[in-house]
């Protein structure tokens, strides 16, 4: 069978050559997974290129996850994959404590509703045009970012003490 | 004096707003709340259920209960190796899927090729941890239609392959047995005869369980064309395991994208075809663990025959820092695709531990699958997901 699997490479160019000064940085070669990194405020497009342009078919998304890098940056990774024709990319944005606007890709992947809200319970990272943007696994009274590096665990939840 | 009748129909106009809907409550609906203690959901999950009469309108899934903050705990370790007992702990009647996935992601980062023997094992236990899964999968998916008879039988077998995991590790449910780059213990002398003994007692129960439960008529009456999802939508949600496969889509990590030592085995992808209704309802996915727990049981044969001899720990490394950088790795559990995201700093604790939970994933197209389904139907479409609550909240 003829194989139309597209490497590293020829995803890189092929949203520098759509997106431009969008496509920030890119690591392709000597890592483990290659990586690109974009701008957060033109990830949605971004996004629903991969998945429709004919040549990527970026069809699914299999996992993304808040990061926080410390030293007040956030980050989002983004793993994508073409169930059509099996390549891979890793997608990355980076932003800060102080403005963690990132653009929803719940449009494109319905599989990132809850990956999102997950990474907003966790990180404090806020999805611009998610439909339901609560919190998910702490409660909904809960206070901070569990995940974050600086987060220091309370030693009161809702006025009581907690026991340990 | 105070005029009831208006005051209540007052307060029947008021808009209701239910969160997580995304619109406000029509007149005509009701909620109802499924949960979190409810004998059909597996574990602490509760359900909002939408409805209009009898007609599910929406369904809005609050998840959350049993977090065990496992991603924070993962930070705090001392070691790469500590990880392994937590990781027991999401999908907990699978453990042995959870720490072969693990350990894969590891060993990706530090570079480093473990025996052939402990590949052997390793996947002669994951295929074993399969079909305990399926099992109870089985069983307690026809207990929640009705049929209490197939949950003894499934646990019955369940016990013989729990008997062998005992023996090779003396625990019975969370095992610690998969480390990085080896095997806690070697297998015991008697490993090899007990697991041809299991594969011969098991081929005829699985037909047991198919005259009992899969070709009941009752069975398929509740399962057939209910919580139908479509290919393009199950992509969409990114579904994985036996829900996708349902579906009709031919994807499974063992054979697309293999790890370990699965491409020597030779073994077949079950997927939906729609024999009772159309493809990717309810029965659809139950069968595919059935052809699974088959196909299963072949690999076991393949591996057990071919088992190489070897030191099951002279690969297991004496301190592990893995350089900065991170990986993704995915492994094919019964539940569905189990990816380990891990970021190193080039110290002995990971920087970033996150897992991409099958379960999670498969449970958040719930709402999908059963929008324009009956009440009853609920619990049969989420039998048929066979969710762990253990690896939806981590």
Known sequence: ?164 | MHDNAAHIEALDRRPVTVPGLGRQLRSEEMVINMGPQHPSTHGVLRLELIVNGEIVVDVIPHIGYLHRCFEKHCEHMTNYQQVIPYVDRMDYVAAMSNEFGYAVAIEKMLKIQVPERVEYIRVIMAEFSRIVSHLIAIGTYGMDIGAFTPFLYCMRDREHVLDIFENACGARLLYNYIWVGGLSHDVPADFQDKVRAFCTYFRPKIKELNDLLSYNKIFIERTANVGVLPAEVAVNYAVSGPTLRGSGVEWDLRKNDPYSVYSKFDFEIPVGKGLMGRVGDCWDRYMVRIHEMEQSVNIIEQAVEQLPAGDVQSAIPKRIRPEAGEVYVRTETPKGELGYYVISDGTATPFRVKVKAPCFVNLSALPAMSRGSMVADIVAILGSIDIVLGEVDR
């Open chain 1, 1 to 164: 069978m003829f194989d139309l699997r597209m490497i590293p490479q020829e995803i890189y160019d092929s949203l520098r050559n759509n997106f431009g000064d969008a496509v920030l940085d890119g690591k392709l070669d000597g890592v483990l997974d290659p990586w690109i990194k974009v701008a957060p405020d033109r990830l949605a497009d971004i996004a629903r290129f991969l998945r429709d342009d004919d040549k990527l078919q970026f069809d699914s998304l299999m996992l993304l996850s808040g990061v926080d890098y410390t030293g007040g940056k956030l980050g989002v990774t983004y793993h994508c994959h073409s169930i059509k024709l099996n390549h891979k990319i890793t997608l990355k944005v980076e932003v800060t404590v102080e403005n963690p606007h990132v653009q929803s890709v719940e449009s494109v992947w319905k599989t990132a509703n809850w990956h999102e809200r997950e990474a907003f319970d966790m990180y404090g990272l806020i999805f611009d045009g998610h439909p339901d943007h609560r919190r998910i696994l702490m409660p909904d009274d809960w206070e901070g970012h569990p995940l974050r590096k600086d987060y220091t665990v309370p030693e009161y939840y809702q006025g009581m003490k907690v026991p340990y």
